[in-house]
């Protein structure tokens, strides 16, 4: 039987989802599970995910017809198919994970390809969605944590080790800044992640006696956030304008780097644009050498939540 469909596998820090893709970047057939009930226990979470695999294969009618598995994941290094101390995944956040071969293994063989979930992202948003025609660009995922894929003259970065790309993990604020997952202090991940924007809000309701909708939510997220901040709730609105500037201040060290077309912006946290988009672009350009001063954009994802990581993510496996 001839073998013309893929699986692309996007592995976050709450969901990973799956979707079964053709040659033409047709999402098929998609299915999601949680990636954060398994605790330390990897082989249960490979197990997991591969019975949704093969769920999402039936639901799509191509049974027999997967010729690879494309995976994007935290942490996920493209050489050696290692998921190796990912803060915002349990079962990898100690130690290093052999999930390529593990899912191959429990999918009959069929050959599993992994990267970086960012990396993922860019690929697809390069193939597919807004960074289509650009070969030089800084793909960022805000979510769970901040991720990041760089491509340079078309080509994704890699490094010599498989690891480059963690730009959420440089050091936003030097002194005094907030524990990190991974375990170091002041990482951008600790500040504009969906967990960050939801820590800093519940840090500054603390601090003050401020009037805010916020004070009323028991568990706060960075939806309840997002929701306070569309209402006009005040507190809201400058966690959003702080997170944004400490967003466009690491850019502006990123553009120095590599010259970027374009930083695009990807994941839950990215829809709030409307309030993060003025102060990341001020920020930027008030921080950035004057030879890139307004000339780098900031674009959002053009794709569905989801669809970037998964099309990005399936593109590796053909």
């Known amino acids: 039987m001839v073998k013309n469909y893929v699986v692309g596998i996007d592995v976050g820090g709450q969901t990973s989802k799956i979707g079964v893709v053709d040659a033409m970047g047709n999402v098929l ?10 605790g330390e226990d990897a082989g249960a979470f490979v197990k997991a995910l591969a ?23 935290p942490n996920g290094n493209y050489y050696t198919g290692v998921v190796a101390f990912a803060p915002n995944l349990a079962w990898a956040a100690k130690r290093a994970v052999n999930f390529s071969d593990m899912l191959s293994e429990e999918l009959d063989g069929i050959p599993v390809i992994l990267t970086n979930d960012a990396n993922a992202a860019a690929l697809g948003e390069m193939t597919y969605g807004a960074a289509k025609g650009m070969k030089n660009f800084i793909m960022i995922t805000l979510g769970t944590g901040v991720g990041s894929g760089i491509v340079i003259d078309g080509k994704v970065l890699y490094g010599h080790d498989g690891f480059a790309g963690e730009l959420g993990h440089t050091r936003i604020i030097r002194n005094n800044g907030r524990l990190c997952g991974c375990g170091r202090t002041g990482c951008l991940e600790a500040y504009c992640s969906a967990i960050g924007v939801a820590r800093t809000a ?52 990123f553009v120095a780097f590599s010259a970027p077309e374009a930083i695009v912006l990807f994941g839950g946290l990215a829809r709030s644009k409307e309030f993060l988009y003025e102060p990341m672009m001020k920020a930027m350009n008030d921080n950035v050498l004057k030879i890139w001063k307004d000339k780098v954009s900031i674009v959002f994802s053009s794709l569905k939540e989801s669809d970037a990581a998964i099309l990005g993510a399936s593109a590796l496996a053909w």
């Not at 695999?53 to 494309?70: D, M, P, T, W």
Request: hydrophobic share 40%.
């Open 51 to 73: 019975e949704s695999v093969r769920e999402c294969v039936v639901k799509s009618g191509k049974e027999g017809q997967i010729r690879g598995i494309g995976v994007g994941a």
């Open 202 to 253: 519940r840090e500054w309701l603390d601090m003050s006696d401020e009037p805010s909708s916020l004070r009323e939510v028991v568990n706060i997220s960075s939806k309840d956030v997002y929701e306070a901040a569309k209402q006009g709730d005040q507190l809201a609105l400058r966690v959003f304008e702080h997170t944004g500037k400490l967003l466009g201040e690491a850019f502006a060290d």
């Open 29 to 38: 057939a998609q299915s999601v599970i949680r990636s954060d009930v398994f």
